[in-house]
């Protein structure tokens, strides 16, 4: 590439109607490119409609005169993105189109076609540094360690660096500010986003995240990410670490320095049914501090289940968990996986579960193998229309086993009708976060 880099950063649009949320992980690179005084822009299609997609991200192109487009790819975007490259490439031969984020990460194969130039799958941003501080030179990209790149028209895959434990930059904010008037979480408000750890110390064979980073659990320095939420211009943060509860020590350490530093805000993080219910002491901190949401995988309500997921934790922790956030005025975010072996007396048994732990706010998703992890290698031969935008946890990719995939489906929004209506109401009359109420109202 002869001419400086100038770049425009996608972050495709899909079906959401639960939240709309800050495009973290291009806000890094924009972070990078302003240290490397790289003229970079996010293009994030949930801040506009649906209609005339592909003439707007021509129109930005051309405004711009951008020469490198780089795609963030999820599970449900592959296709689209694909699709978009494409497009663009006839239209703007001179461009070059780079795909990364969590599915190039381990999907990356997926993306080396004609009409894409990198694919970038590399634990943190140094390789990306290095690209862009040479402008892309040959030389440097058969350096580097985790890219896809082409040479005499054959692709080159290059093996992962290292894991990270850190970032080598901090985020540009500023789509996240210019955003924040769509920015939502279903009945909870608007958040910033915050990420202190990489990758997950457990095995669930549903979930990619713990192939994330190599495999290997790592965590930020706290009082660096204490650091980071200080800074943030905004009041609620959602941690997205795929398990910010893991170590007592450094949960207590972050409350005790956000208190000590006088900082109001408002926390949302993941946890483990089983941390939460071993470690109910650090409750009351983590509410002093400010968290007021906490996310539990509790995924379903038998051992058998459980254990079918690689869970590692039990009904009894589930219950215990969500008794011991309610107890401390903390609402217990419920996610649950509906297996494809579901019968009807399981979605009634859930329903019965959700009632009697007086469980308000809950998540569902549809069991799905996402492509990279064990559940994937173990069901793959099983899959039906397995497209990527279907790939969202609201689909059907493996055929129901107790019931005909219409009715599955039916009970699957049906559970929706029984148990979003109240969230709503309770949302209405400001008792949401009543966690010892247990009415609509």
Not at 114 to 142: C, F, I, R, T
Not at 231 to 243: G, L, N, R, S
Request: glycine share 6%; hydrophobic share 40%.
């Amino acid at each position: 590439m002869e001419q400086k880099i100038k770049a425009l950063l996608i972050r495709p649009k899909y079906s959401s109607i639960v939240a709309n949320l800050e495009p973290l992980g291009l806000e890094y690179l924009v972070g990078l490119a302003n240290e490397l005084n790289i003229e970079c822009e996010i293009h994030d299609e949930f801040q506009y409609s649906w209609l005339f997609r592909y003439s707007r991200m021509c129109r930005l192109i051309r405004k711009g005169g951008y020469n490198f487009i780089g795609f963030n790819a999820n599970a449900n975007t592959v296709d689209y993105i694909n699709k978009r490259a494409s497009q663009l490439k006839k239209q703007f031969p001179g461009i070059t189109i780079m795909v990364g984020g969590p599915d190039a990460e381990l999907n990356y194969m997926d993306f080396c076609t004609d009409d894409v130039d990198l694919v970038y799958h590399d634990n943190g941003l140094q390789s990306l540094k290095s690209m862009w501080e040479s402008n892309l030179a040959p030389e440097v990209l058969d350096r580097v360690s985790g890219i896809c790149y082409k040479r005499d028209g054959k692709w080159i895959v290059k093996e992962k660096g290292a894991p990270v434990c850190g970032f080598i930059n901090k985020p540009d904010r500023t789509a996240f500010y210019k955003g924040l008037k769509k920015n939502f979480i279903f009945m909870k408000g608007k958040y910033a986003l915050s990420k202190a750890s990489f990758s997950c110390p457990f095995g669930c064979s549903f979930c990619y995240c713990t192939k994330m980073n190599s495999g290997y659990y790592t965590e930020r320095d706290i009082m660096e990410v204490v650091d980071e939420v200080e800074e943030i211009c905004h009041d609620k943060i959602w941690f997205v670490d795929d398990t910010f509860f893991f170590d007592k020590d450094r949960v207590r350490a972050f409350c005790e320095e956000i208190i000590r530093r006088g900082i109001k805000k408002t926390f949302m993080a993941y946890a483990r049914a089983d941390f939460i219910a071993a470690n109910p002491d650090i409750l009351p901190l983590a509410y002093e501090a400010g968290f007021r949401d906490i996310l539990v995988g509790l995924e379903a309500i038998t051992d058998e289940l459980l254990d079918e997921y690689n869970k590692q934790t039990s009904k009894d922790d589930n219950i215990m968990a969500i008794k011991n956030l309610l107890d401390n005025n903390i609402v217990c975010d419920g996610l649950f996986v509906i297996s494809y072996t579901a019968t009807r007396q399981d979605y009634r048994n859930l329903m019965k579960f959700i009632k009697d732990n007086n469980l308000l706010w809950v998540v569902f998703g549809i069991f799905t193998p996402y492509k990279g992890t064990d559940a994937y290698d173990e069901y793959k031969d099983q899959v039906i229309n397995f497209r990527s935008s279907r790939l969202d946890g609201t689909h059907i990719t493996i055929k129901p086993t107790n019931m005909s995939s219409f009715e599955f489906m039916f009970r699957y929004y049906w559970i929706h009708v029984l148990t979003y209506p109240k969230i709503m109401v309770r949302t209405l009359f400001k008792t949401g976060y009543d966690t010892k109420r247990t009415g609509w109202f």
